[in-house]
């Protein structure tokens, strides 16, 4: 029995089929199946439940998966001990980021953070706030960047900057002369949502409930993107986060308004796991990250309490890795 076995173990687990574990893992389907059976013909108990439809495992297979994820996160911590006895700023570092954060902040990082640590090996990873989590649990991630949430409590949080929430509407609507729009405006109001699993449904939500609103139950959406789509086709109204929003208070059908009374705004931040050996690293990241935003929200120039950011840049430098 080798790591790489247990690693076999964990992606059929997770994928519950050979073909796309194989995948996952960078290996032949014949090659993770053949080392799943010398598993099996080592511990001397069957793992899986082989049938033609789907993969089943056993339940001391079930066991085994989950003291696998527990060796290979202890193997991890160790790999980063040995890290953290060379250049804390080097080498790969796999981040996680939400799709409403993602595509909005990187370019206004990713420059600044090749500049910084010319040494750093960026891997960038895009999904779900639940799956970005259980990913940084079993040690996939070292660190994700999200709208903090209750579920991102059980790891260290290490807030980045608090992004407003603009209301997002259609250029005809009776509001599109308006310098800002209260809260409480909203009262009796459907507005477009995105789909089940995005935190930023759940804390559009939470302030559209307060304020006396609802969702537009006609219709979710898979990304920002569509969201924008949908106002500019005067399909309804919005709730969008700072970073998504262009510097230009009308664009393409849209018109942005700050909203006041309160100011609705999430938190974003970076986690990782308590404990890690490279906390310097994540700290160090954190701060890069917090001084370059601080610099793009410009404290002086506000549109109705907004704090506006600078223009992105014409050409990213490549990743490393995606």
């Not at 173990?9 to 073909?19: C, D, N, P």
């Not at 202890?74 to 954060?101: F, W, Y």
């Not at 709208?147 to 609507?173: G, N, Q, R, T, W």
Request: charged share 25%; glycine share 6%; proline share 7%.
């Amino acid at each position: 029995m080798n790591i790489r076995d247990l690693e076999y173990l964990v992606a059929l687990a997770e994928h519950r089929h050979f073909r796309r574990a194989a995948d996952s893992c960078h290996v032949s389907q014949p090659t993770l199946s053949g080392q799943i059976r010398k598993l099996e013909d080592e511990l001397g108990v069957m793992l899986l439940e082989r049938t033609s439809r789907k993969v089943l495992f056993t339940q001391a297979g079930l066991l085994l998966v989950d003291q696998a994820r527990t060796v290979l996160r202890e193997v991890k911590v160790l790999k980063e001990m040995a890290s953290q006895q060379g250049e804390t700023m080097s080498g790969p570092l796999h981040i996680g980021l939400i799709p409403t954060v993602g595509p909005y902040l990187l370019p206004h990082i990713i420059p600044m953070l090749h500049q910084t640590f010319p040494k750093l090996e960026m891997y960038l990873h895009e999904a779900q706030t639940h799956q970005l989590l259980a990913q940084l649990d079993s040690g996939k991630l070292d660190c994700v960047i999200l709208a903090l949430v209750k579920e991102s409590e059980a790891f260290i949080e290490v807030p980045l900057f608090d992004e407003p929430m603009m209301l997002a509407i259609y250029e005809d609507h009776p509001w599109a002369n308006r310098d800002r729009v209260p809260m409480s405006d909203l009262a009796g109001e459907k507005l477009l949502m995105l789909e089940d699993g995005h935190c930023l449904r759940d804390q559009a939500m939470g302030f559209c409930f307060e304020a006396g609103a609802d969702e537009d139950t006609h219709f979710r959406a898979t990304s920002l993107e569509t969201l924008r789509n949908m106002v500019a086709a005067g399909s309804g109204i919005t709730l969008l986060p700072a970073l998504a929003v262009p510097q230009e208070r009308k664009r393409d059908g849209v018109v942005y308004l700050p909203c006041i009374k309160p100011e609705p705004k999430r938190t974003v931040g970076l986690v990782y796991r308590p404990g890690s050996p490279l906390r310097s690293r994540y700290e160090q990241l954190a701060e890069a990250i917090r001084a370059e935003m601080d610099g793009h929200f410009d404290k002086s120039v506000k549109t109705g309490g907004l704090s506006r950011l600078a223009p992105l840049p014409d050409r990213l430098p490549p990743l490393s890795g995606s």
